[in-house]
């Protein structure tokens, strides 16, 4: 997970909002109200687009030079930065739901005792994984 910095352009739409798109990533597209919004929906697709590239084993493309980008004469290119660290963790620290098989008995020992299952599964496994 990394830090990136992208161009992108802003292009104005008649209801006063601002269409997004980045010239060096293939169908990244957001939208904003207004341009404080826009850049701020611009940073959020960039980092998920980014960060599910990085899952996926992607290969993501160097971003060009602002002054490499034409953009129309309604439209401002800005630089987006973003960093895939933060949505890692975001997205990855969510608790999932798993299904798992113990033995009757054991279940009612620890439900007499108040343990909390999840949670010594957790620590388990990444004590098991050394994780720790």
């Known amino acids: 997970m990394a830090k990136y910095i992208y161009p992108a352009v802003f292009e104005a739409n008649e209801l006063g909002g601002y269409c997004v798109s980045y010239p060096d990533l293939i169908n990244v597209f957001t939208e904003g109200d207004d341009l404080k919004h826009a850049m ?3 940073e ?3 980092c998920l687009m980014l960060y599910g590239m990085e899952r996926d084993g992607k290969e993501i493309p160097p971003p ?3 002054s490499d ?3 129309k004469t309604d439209s ?4 987006v930065a973003c960093d895939t660290k933060y949505y890692k963790h975001y997205f990855e620290s969510k608790s999932v739901k798993l299904n798992v098989t113990i033995p009757l008995w054991l279940k009612e020992a620890g439900e007499k ?4 299952f999840s949670q010594i599964l957790q620590n388990g496994v990444k004590e098991y994984l050394q994780l720790q």
């Open 40 to 42: 701020d929906m611009a």
């Open 69 to 71: 980008i034409m953009a």
């Open 44 to 46: 959020d697709v960039l």
């Open 64 to 66: 060009s030079q602002v």
């Open 113 to 116: 005792k108040q343990v909390n």
């Open 76 to 79: 401002i290119v800005n630089l």
